[in-house]
């Protein structure tokens, strides 16, 4: 049986075409995933994502369960507000989860986790918290919407159920609570906005006043576009819990100071290491006509990768992926399509940024 | 409720074919199929000369979601493709059944359109599926 958010009804009433996510009835598109991609780089664009989960970790057992948990750092956050994102690595160094941590206080942090993992997500938090001075809450009461793009701020702010001058002065990775809503600076799309966390009873009145505002509802096909083109990985396709993150372009996620921390997964990490280079995780460009897709085969020099993104990007109207190669790559290779070789560049990600291309074509 | 044009030929893989007065044919995808993929961004279409035989996959419409294969819907030559797609591949969805066709065929056997379905035929497929 498939799950539903607060705002399934008002996705059919927006004309939304539905398809499975995770087990979620979620929006694909309301129209044309074009066009909302392209809104999003140019004016403002809500997407529900009240399917990922949010995870309050309360009392004062908090910040040393995160830091058993996670391969960043919980101690960057100095100050209430702040964000963190993160992998949670099993025993193996494979990633369980990419998340984000909030701080709000010393017995309070909050992380929110990708819809098909949070399951496993909390049973795992669960099991490690046991005998911990800490609760691990499933905050299945409340909804989630993404506002994103250069007007999105401007335009949603009198419309949060936090001070809107306080939301408005959020720097990047930071957020806002106020009771149960929050407003966060961060997002999946390369371009500024928020992401809002509310009271599920709340959220089509939300909805209705960003569209009212002119805001455009945006669905989980553009979302893909866009988090591809900002160069983001997606859980279950760029990494899983047999990819470490350190051969998923994640490495700069992972927090080796202190050398006390004891992580799970370090151990596994630092032999992955000392064995030598891991695999060179690229953005690639594609040269000919066609369109990369996952799992399609990628022959460089040093051996044969693969392609765990693909797609076409709206904004440079060229085929984009990311891709896992062998370590030492050059940046020449070619990917296979229906078993022909169609030369692709590697570029450094992101493709797209604030509305603007970042790669030459 | 998608577009059924009464004077085409259609296959159960939402393919429509178009017999021409030289007995030729041109194919192209369905309204509902169109509208199924999504916006299109890529067409790769067969070589103008090459044979293939019913069934085979010999061409790819790919859309913001996924490539898909187009079946040759008879037996035969394919004389031409829709070049403009290269550049334009939203035709397919804009216009399905016209700037948007994808090739023309030369048929071995014109006795196997009676085999393919009419329009009414067709529509009852697409009831079905709703």
Redesign the interface.
Known sequence: MSQRTPLYDQHLADGAKIVDFSGWDMP??YG???DEHHTVRRGAGVFDVSHMCVVDLRGGGARSLLSRLIANDPAKLRSPGRALYTCMLNAHGGVIDDLIVYYFADDWYRMVVNAGTRDKDVAWLRQHAEGCPVEVLERRDLAMLAVQGPQARELAAPRVGVDADAALALKPFTAAVDGDWMVARTGYTGEDGWELVLPAGEAVELWQALLAAGVRPCGL?ARD?LRLEAGMNLYGQDMDETVSPLACGLAWTVAWAPAEREFIGRGALEAERAAGPSPRFVGLLLED???L?AGYPVHAAEGQGIVTSG??S?TLSR?IGLARLPAGASDRCEVEI?GRRLAARVVSPPFVRHGEPRVAL | MSEVPSELKYTSDHEWLRVEDDGNVVVGVTDHAQAAL??L??V?LPESGSEVAQGDACA?V?S????SDVYAPVTGEILGVNEDL?DTPEKVNQDPYGDGWLFRMRLVDPDVLGELLDAEAYQALLDELD
Do not use: D, N, W
């Open positions: 694909l598109h044309s995933q074009m096909g576009t006509r066609g369109v897709r797609g076409f709206p085929s229906r | 999504g916006e961004v890529f790769e790819v790919e913001v979601k996924a490539a290269a």
